[in-house]
């Protein structure tokens, strides 16, 4: 009999003739640690090589404290339990679940037949060595990207605040917030009304008040990239952006706002929780990293998803007929220069390329879960896919922030050799120090919070499945809807097959017309579309949804009337959101004139001879020309 470990660990016999056992026990060494002594085959007792069946051996032997032996799977999991909570699971369901057992014996021996392939697979998906994978360089990297993009924001939205929702803007939010705190003070309900409308902009939302607040955020951002105070820092920047989203939902209730907000929450249960986020002492949570995974997937998944069930009134779905791509380019809200490019392009290209989408949205995501070769597979593929759409046409910041999130699925061994060789200088030079009371209180809460985003952003994507109704789901989601920080995705779930564009015009004696000209959403004679990476200019953005809305309905938006009464007054906020010249140089504005075209990439030879990347075709009976009353 096999005496025990005179330390009182288990110990785990194995074959030193296969090279694939080989690879997988160094793993599980580093994962076990010191709680499990490994040897060879080779040189076990009489009683442990006939229990694994040799030689040649057929299974792996554990010897536990006691004397007792486990082989195979069994041996398997149990050696693994000593690594970490995944273990400890798999040998809880191996011993608690006779399907589990039956299904890990079956596998187990499939295993020990196939070694030698197995050993190829294991170089295709793990490459050299399947080593615990280590996150320390993304877990520094990833939550500055967030600080980026929160201070990109907080910028692009500093410029246009006074015009979007100042007090001479096209909203004005503190009249919004007296209305809604009336009616939540008459209902006799006025806590009510923080957490319907949960923002800081209760405190005061002056002027002043509103750059005061974009002005924390944006610090706040600053200390983030910098690294100070990270989970402290990136709170804050959640806090005063959920603020203005909460707000001002008319320009601030995008997609990338509600990825910003979910994306900066999860940084707070991702980061460890110092006072300082150093390199080489920066790893993520294990939990928070799988958080983060989990929005990756949905984000791209759920995308996909959308596009299946995209049919339009008429019953026509142009992404499944493979089409999508030929109108994409010229119907975006934002074309950029390139768009024109990528839009004379073949159809069999275009179809192509609809296919390369739907792979990366479908069936990639899928790959995060995978080892490391398929979650870098997944990295560059969604990386790939962001770039491309940078480069054709303009979403803000949306683009850079998924690429941030995919750099989560980076392990420190797929990193450049000067990275890893600065973090092992890094990790020597200042040992690890023990977890401190602010971790271990956020050990405490996080399963609880996971489990909580969890839920909700499950039953998010089993309504986009289709599997629930908004009915079923909505007394669960409703309470944290208003946070904005669980959410659903998918643009252009209905690709539009035609772009309606809306020109004001506006005339001091109901003769003479001038055109207000944005700086940025599309008109009949531009020849230029630049890129604005990563600004958002709101109110161009809005235009494009108008323009739709006015098509489909025959009215424009409710918030076009309070723009034009801007316009009127000659508000400087708002004529600062505008192009100079034409209309918006008029002393005293008195009527205006809402016209529609529908636009179209201008062909080449048009292009060519005027500079013009639109061809116009006017929509008469859309027109609305008259006065405000003052």
């Given at each position: 009999m096999q005496a025990p470990d005179k330390a009182g660990r288990s110990v785990l016999y194995w074959d030193a003739d296969c090279?694939?056992?080989?690879?997988?026990?160094?793993?599980?060494?580093?994962?076990?640690?010191?709680?499990v002594e490994y040897r060879t085959l080779q040189g076990a007792p009489a009683d442990v090589t006939d229990a694994a069946g040799g030689p040649p051996f057929d299974r792996i032997v554990l010897v536990q404290p006691d004397g007792a032996f486990l082989t195979g799977a069994a041996a398997a999991l149990a050696a693994r339990a000593a690594g970490g909570q995944t273990g400890k699971l798999?040998?809880?369901?191996?011993?608690?679940?006779?399907?589990?057992?039956?299904l890990a014996?079956?596998?187990?021996?499939?295993?020990?037949?196939?070694?030698?392939l197995c050993g190829r697979l294991t170089s295709l998906f793990w490459g050299a060595t399947p080593e615990l994978p280590t996150y320390e360089i993304s877990g520094f990297v990833?939550?500055?990207l967030i600080g980026l993009m929160f201070f990109s924001a907080f910028v692009s939205l500093w410029v246009q605040i006074d015009g979007l929702a100042g007090s001479k803007g096209i909203l004005p939010v503190a009249a919004q917030l007296e209305a809604v705190k009336n009616h939540f003070s008459a209902s006799g309900a006025e806590w009510s009304a923080w957490l319907q409308f949960p923002t800081l902009l209760w405190f005061g939302a002056s002027d002043a008040m509103l750059h005061f607040w974009i002005g924390v955020g944006a610090l706040a951002s600053v200390l983030l990239v910098l690294g100070f105070a990270p989970a402290t820092?990136?709170?804050?920047?959640?806090?005063?952006?959920?603020s203005f989203a909460a707000a001002v939902p008319v320009f601030l209730n995008f997609q990338w706002d509600a990825l910003l907000l979910e994306a900066g929450l999860l940084v707070v249960l991702y980061v460890p929780w110092t006072r300082y986020l150093r390199f080489g002492h920066s790893a993520p949570s294990r939990l928070g990293r799988l958080l983060v995974w989990w929005l990756l997937f949905r984000l791209m998944f759920e995308s996909g998803v959308v596009k299946l069930y995209g049919f339009d009134g008429v019953g026509r779905n142009v992404w499944l007929e493979g089409t999508a791509l030929t109108f994409h380019y010229f119907t975006q809200p934002i074309p950029v220069w390139t768009s024109w490019w990528m839009s004379r392009l073949p159809d069999w290209f275009h179809a192509l390329s609809l296919v390369f989408v739907f792979f990366i949205e479908l069936v990639?995501?899928?790959?995060?879960?995978?080892?490391?070769?398929m979650r870098m597979t997944a990295f560059w593929a969604f990386t790939l896919l962001m770039l491309l759409i940078i480069a054709s046409g303009h979403y803000g910041f949306f683009n850079l922030l998924t690429i941030a999130l995919c750099v989560t699925l980076v392990d420190d061994a797929s990193w450049p050799r000067w990275a890893r060789q600065r973090l092992q200088n890094?990790?020597?030079?200042?040992?690890?120090?023990?977890?401190?009371?602010?971790?271990?209180?956020?050990?405490?809460?996080?399963?609880?919070?996971?489990?909580?985003?969890?839920?909700l952003t499950t039953l998010q994507l089993l309504l986009v499945l289709r599997i629930v109704s908004p009915a079923a789901i909505s007394p669960v989601l409703g309470p944290f809807m208003p946070f904005r920080s669980a959410n659903s995705y998918g643009l252009f779930s209905v690709m539009t097959t035609e772009r309606p564009e809306i020109t004001v015009e506006a005339s001091s004696d109901g003769l003479t017309w001038q055109p207000y000209r944005f700086r940025y959403a599309m008109s009949p004679g531009d020849t230029s579309m630049p890129f604005l990476l990563p600004h958002m200019p709101r109110l161009d953005w809005q235009m494009w949804f108008a323009a739709l809305e006015y098509r489909a309905g025959g009215q424009p938006p409710g918030w076009m009337m309070p723009f034009l009464a801007r316009l009127q007054e000659n508000a400087p906020p708002v004529l600062g959101l505008l192009e100079r010249g034409g209309a918006a140089d008029l002393a005293a504005p008195k009527y205006f004139r809402?016209?529609?075209?529908?636009?179209?990439?201008?062909?080449?030879?048009?292009?060519?001879?005027?500079?013009?990347?639109?061809?116009?075709?006017?929509?008469?009976?859309?027109?609305i020309e008259g006065s405000l009353q003052r």
């Open positions: 090279s694939f056992c080989r690879r997988w026990v160094e793993r599980w060494r580093r994962e076990s640690g010191e709680a798999s040998w809880f369901l191996y011993r608690r679940v006779p399907p589990f057992r039956a014996e079956v596998a187990y021996r499939w295993v020990a037949r196939h070694r030698p990833f939550p500055r820092s990136a709170f804050i920047a959640w806090a005063c952006y959920l990639v995501p899928f790959f995060i879960a995978g080892p490391r070769r890094n990790t020597a030079s200042s040992p690890r120090t023990a977890t401190g009371l602010p971790d271990r209180i956020r050990n405490k809460v996080l399963p609880w919070l996971a489990a909580l985003l969890v839920l809402l016209r529609l075209d529908l636009l179209q990439f201008a062909p080449p030879n048009m292009h060519k001879e005027s500079g013009r990347f639109w061809e116009a075709t006017p929509l008469p009976t859309y027109t």
